[in-house]
């Protein structure tokens, strides 16, 4: 079965503080993905990464960067945290050249 | 407008009962489409992929009219675990590429 972990399901930060979001995968999957999840709004891509140290922004980048070190871990940096950043952020991984992507279980992130 | 629409619902239906989502996308040139299931608070994970031909699953069928860009679902003799909300995924297509475009779901109740 394939897993995809995330470092916290619950973080509370303050306004201007640094997050880190951890993702981990345990099936050699080359790509791996970070989307935020709003009501109304639906999952929305932030960044992906097709392989080792290689990043694509997605579709709302903008107050996020990302890491990938390596193949199995994914980390997404909000540097400086604010409250329109307050979501639910999940991350999935794939085979290459397949479409079945797995999602971790979310971090809910709440920026006050 | 969105690249993928969904009836945000709820749907509430009793048990036993047929319905029937619906999902318009707005990439013609979109290449390949897939049903996602969310349980509440948890991860979406793939139901079923859908074909040009129409395919089916035990109680769930799904069908895609590419002229009209619009996909289905259909879900027969509904069962209380068939609650949660209905994700409309579509892939790339053009500037795209492999990129999964998700729909803000339909959300499914159905009752005893």
Known sequence: DVKVTQSSRYLVKRTGEKVFLECVQDMDHENMFWYRQDPGLGLRLI??????KMKEKGDIPEGYSVSREKKERFSLILESASTNQTSMYLCASRLAGTYEQYFGPGTRLTVT | RKEVEQDPGPFNVPEGATVAFN??????????????RQDCRKEPKLLMSVYSSGNEDGRFTAQLNRA?????????????SDSATYL???KGGGNAGNM??????TR???KP
């Open chain 1, 47 to 52: 960044y992906f990464s097709y392989d080792v």
């Open chain 2, 23 to 36: 999902c318009t996308y707005s990439n013609s040139a979109s290449q390949s489409f897939f049903w996602y």
């Open chain 2, 68 to 80: 009209s860009q619009y996909i289905s679902l259909l879900i027969r003799d509904s069962k209380l």
């Open chain 2, 88 to 90: 409309c995924v579509v």
């Open chain 2, 100 to 105: 999964l475009t998700f729909g803000g779901g």
């Open chain 2, 108 to 110: 499914l109740m159905v």
